[in-house]
């Protein structure tokens, strides 16, 4: 009877062998590349969104009806009090970002979509900030609107998580050093609330701020594959982010023209 020989019959294997260890790792590869392109789709979606999100509420800035002028952001922040407020940190979550703008009939809505139901021209601070949301321990973007009259929250809401995957957000601000002709704007630099140039009273001048430049960093909501490497990540004037995680991580950024002025 004809049949292999022990030669072939080890040849036979061997090429099998092969054949198997390539497709595994074609298929190892190809799983590699679908969890990084994963990743790097959620963090660039949250970083878009996240930049489209705090421009629209920065374009409000300010906003009073009529002849009236407010201030597009509030002062610092001065401990014990940490809410409603500036606040600009260099490491960790980053900074806090205070709006104030005017409510109107037509603009009722507080920063994450809800009926305020306020009596029109009421003045609120639009306030955002990130820190771990417990419900998922995914470091998050949350926002919160406050009366400015009263320095609580509207109709006694809590804070609400905007975006996950948002690890810091950073702003410096562009204000003019010079006077300028009426109608006119022109940003000379852009600072941290603290480095703001003072008005006649010694307070820092908000008037003069006509722009904001927004630093914000993602990241991924699961690991990818691979072993873990170290990356740095510059956001505008705050500390190196340094991580040796298996994360994906991106920035972004974005310059807004203050609308109200």
């Known amino acids: 009877q004809m049949g292999m020989t022990l030669i072939e019959l080890m040849i036979a294997m061997t090429l099998s062998i092969g054949v198997v260890y390539a497709v595994t790792n074609i298929l190892i590869t190809?799983?590699?590349t679908a969890t990084l392109s994963d990743s790097l789709a959620q963090s660039q979606e949250t970083g878009r969104f996240v930049t489209s999100y705090l421009n629209h509420h920065i374009l409000r800035a300010g906003y009073a009806p009529g002849e009236d002028s407010l201030p597009p952001f509030e002062l610092e922040c001065v401990a014990p009090n940490t809410t409603m407020?500036?606040?600009?940190q260099n490491s960790g979550a980053g900074?806090?970002?205070?709006?104030i703008r005017t409510a109107t009939t037509d603009d009722n809505i507080s920063c994450f979509g809800s009926d305020m139901g306020l009596a029109a021209d009421t003045v609120v601070v639009d306030v955002f900030w990130v820190e771990i949301d417990p419900d998922n321990n995914l470091s998050s973007l949350y926002c919160l609107t406050y009366d400015r009259a009263t320095a609580l929250p509207i109709n006694d809401n809590t804070k609400q998580p905007i975006a996950a995957g948002v690890v810091a957000i950073h702003a410096l601000y562009g204000q003019s050093i010079s006077d300028l002709d009426s109608g006119q704007r022109n940003v000379t630099?852009?600072?941290?609330?603290?480095e703001l140039a003072l008005d006649s009273g010694g307070a820092p001048d908000w008037s003069r701020v006509y722009a904001m430049k927004i630093g914000v960093l993602t990241q991924s909501f699961e690991e990818i594959s691979g072993a873990a490497t170290e990356r740095n990540y510059i956001l505008l004037d705050?500390?190196?982010y340094t991580y040796n995680n298996r994360f994906a991580y991106q920035v972004f950024s974005t310059t807004i023209a203050r609308a109200n002025y």
């Open 95 to 99: 900074d806090q970002i205070a709006i």
């Open 85 to 88: 407020c500036t606040l600009n």
């Open 30 to 32: 190809s799983n590699k």
């Open 238 to 240: 705050a500390d190196t």
């Open 189 to 194: 630099q852009y600072v941290a609330p603290s």
